[in-house]
């Protein structure tokens, strides 16, 4: 027999789920209570039960994605050790999300958050753990080398989390994707370049 407490954590998830479903399918313009309650299979009154309203359901979808896909951006990257090996991680991120739908998730959000003061400081909170996540890579790669005296690793992670919620938009736009694929192209030729500033230099005793 299911308890009272599993039972709303199970009618949880699915709000979470379906809600995840929804802002993917139809963007946020498309997500109501009813669509989201539909979607899940239940009455759209549970939706404020449970979460006390739409908003507070997308932080928690936002949250619920942005851990499930840290945790794959997390194995992609951790092997790399160079700026060329870091270009080819990247792209491969891009495309997972895009063709996912993961980042029209993030984005549909991101872009709520601009005019929904409600959504805009949970969102900033959690987007937190992407710049971390960026600038540890970054500093790993770089850390201690010319480039990162040039460019610190946090300014580069700032870049990089601002391309990744603004591509989407871009690749909207760039119905075949030439444009955003000769960005990453660019950064292929660009990286080789680049290798003697990444060279770290000795310690001084």
Known sequence: MVSAAESGAQTRERLIEAATRTLRGHGYLGVSA????????????LIFYHFGGIEPLLVA?????????????????ADVRTLEELVVAAERIYHDDIEGGHHAVFSELVGAAVSKPE??????????AWIEFAESTLDR?????????LVPPRDLANAAITFYFGVYLFTVLDADRS???SLFALGRRLAPMARLLTVRLPRRP
């Open 61 to 77: 979808v936002f949250e619920r994605v942005s851990q499930e896909r840290l945790a794959v951006h997390r194995a992609t990257v």
């Open 34 to 45: 009813r669509a989201i309650a539909r979607e899940a299979g239940v009455n759209s009154a």
């Open 179 to 181: 444009r955003t694929e």
């Open 119 to 128: 959504l805009r400081g949970p969102i900033t909170e959690r987007a937190q």
């Open 141 to 149: 790669v770089i850390g201690g080398t010319p480039l990162a005296k």
